[in-house]
């Protein structure tokens, strides 16, 4: 599976961002799908992810409330919408595939995310 994250770009805080994934090579069913992100100086961290029937998700507690992620089986892509950024939001954000929500082993490159004004 090869993914390809875009989206990313400058946002002023309280602005909003949707950041997309797509997927391509190898059937993009039954991977759950994820996202991670790495600030400049921290280790990557996880942000929100969905299983492949889309039915559970999960968020950490950094963008809960504030992130929504979804995915299009159809067309192979995942999303990652997040409101209210705060400057403490910007990183390099990657998605992720694997066979689990807890379980990755695809990777794509990261789109930069920056929040300032």
């Known amino acids: 599976v090869q993914l390809q994250a875009s989206g990313g770009g400058l946002v002023q805080p309280g602005g909003s961002l949707r950041l997309s994934c797509a997927a391509s090579?190898?059937?993009?069913?039954?991977?759950?799908m994820g996202w991670f992100r790495q600030a400049p100086g921290k280790e990557r961290e996880f942000v929100a992810a969905?299983?492949?029937?889309?039915?559970?998700?999960t968020y950490a507690d950094s963008v809960k409330g504030r992130a929504t992620i979804s995915r299009d089986n159809a067309k192979n892509t995942a999303a990652l919408e997040i409101n209210s950024l705060k400057p403490d939001d910007t990183a390099d954000y990657y998605c992720?595939?694997?066979?689990?929500?807890?379980?990755?082993?695809?990777w794509g490159q990261g789109t930069l995310v920056t929040v300032s004004s």
């Open positions: 090579g190898r059937t993009f069913r039954p991977y759950a």
């Open positions: 969905i299983t492949w029937s889309g039915g559970s998700k």
């Open positions: 992720a595939a694997g066979p689990s929500i807890t379980t990755w082993g695809y």
